[in-house]
C-alpha cells in the first residue's frame, strides 16, 4: 500500500455542487494532516489543516478518521475558482511531508 | 515580508552540464525540502534538510546533490548524471508540519 494515497479524478462538477475527496494513509502513527490546493503550473499552497475533532473553514471542511486511515476535504457550493488540484500532506513520526498526487477538481459554469 | 525564494524561474541546461537552483527563506525554519513534479504527477521527494549541515536522500536522489550551510539556504544542482532532468522542481520550507513553497523553477533541457 503507498505511504498516501488520492483518487487523481478528475471530478466534474458544477457551480453550486458539494464535492469531497478522500485521502488514504498507511502509516498509523502519523501525526498531522493538511490540504494544500495547487493551481496549474503553480506551486502548493495551504488551503487548511486537519485537526482530530474535524474542522470548517467557510465551505470546506476537513475531517480525519483515524481508525480507518483516511482524511477528508469537503467543498460546498463549488465556485469555478476552486477548480484546482488538491494535494493531502501526511507527516509520520519522522517528521518528513509525505504528499499524495492530488484529485483535480473542475467545477464548469 | 517573510517567504521563500526560488531563483531562476526557468532555466534551459545542455545535456551534460551541472546546473544549480536556489532556495533561500527568510521564515526562520529549520526543515526544508526540494521536491520534483512530472506533468500530471505529483510532488516526489529528492533531498531534505531537518538542519544546518545535516540533510537526507528522499526517494528519487539520484543525480542530484545539495548543501546546507546556512539555515536560510538549500542550494539544489542537478547533475550531469540525471537521465531525466526537465522537470518542475520544488523547493519547500516548514515549521510544525505546516510547508510554505517557493514559486519553483522549471528545467528544460535543450
Known amino acids: 500500500r503507498k505511504e498516501v494515497e488520492q483518487d487523481p479524478g478528475p471530478f466534474n462538477v458544477p457551480e453550486g455542487a458539494t464535492v469531497a475527496f478522500n485521502c488514504t494513509y498507511s502509516?498509523?502513527?502519523?501525526?498531522?494532516f493538511f490540504w494544500y490546493r495547487q493551481d496549474c503550473r503553480k506551486e502548493p499552497k495551504l488551503l487548511m489543516s486537519v485537526y482530530s475533532s474535524g474542522n470548517e473553514d467557510g465551505r470546506f471542511t476537513a475531517q480525519l478518521n483515524r481508525a480507518s486511515q483516511y482524511i477528508s476535504l469537503l467543498i460546498r457550493d463549488s465556485k469555478l475558482s476552486d477548480s484546482a488540484t488538491y494535494l493531502c500532506v501526511v507527516i509520520p513520526g519522522y517528521s518528513t511531508l509525505t504528499f499524495g498526487k492530488g484529485t483535480m477538481l473542475l467545477v464548469s459554469p | 515580508d517573510g517567504g521563500i525564494t526560488q531563483s531562476p524561474k526557468y532555466l534551459f541546461r545542455k545535456e551534460g552540464q551541472n546546473v544549480t537552483l536556489s532556495c533561500e527563506q527568510n521564515?526562520?525554519?529549520?526543515?526544508m525540502y526540494w521536491y520534483r513534479q512530472d506533468p500530471g504527477q505529483g510532488l516526489r521527494l529528492i533531498y531534505y534538510s531537518q538542519i544546518v549541515n545535516d540533510f537526507q536522500k528522499g526517494d528519487i536522489a539520484e543525480g542530484y546533490s545539495v548543501s546546507r550551510e546556512k539555515k536560510e539556504s538549500f542550494p539544489l544542482t542537478v547533475t550531469s548524471a540525471q537521465k531525466n532532468p526537465t522537470a518542475f522542481y520544488l523547493c519547500?520550507?516548514?515549521?510544525?508540519?505546516?510547508?510554505?513553497f517557493g514559486q519553483g523553477t522549471r528545467l528544460t533541457v535543450v
Open positions: 521564515l526562520n525554519h529549520d526543515a
Open positions: 502509516n498509523s502513527a502519523s501525526q498531522s
Open positions: 519547500a520550507s516548514s515549521r510544525q508540519g505546516v510547508a510554505f
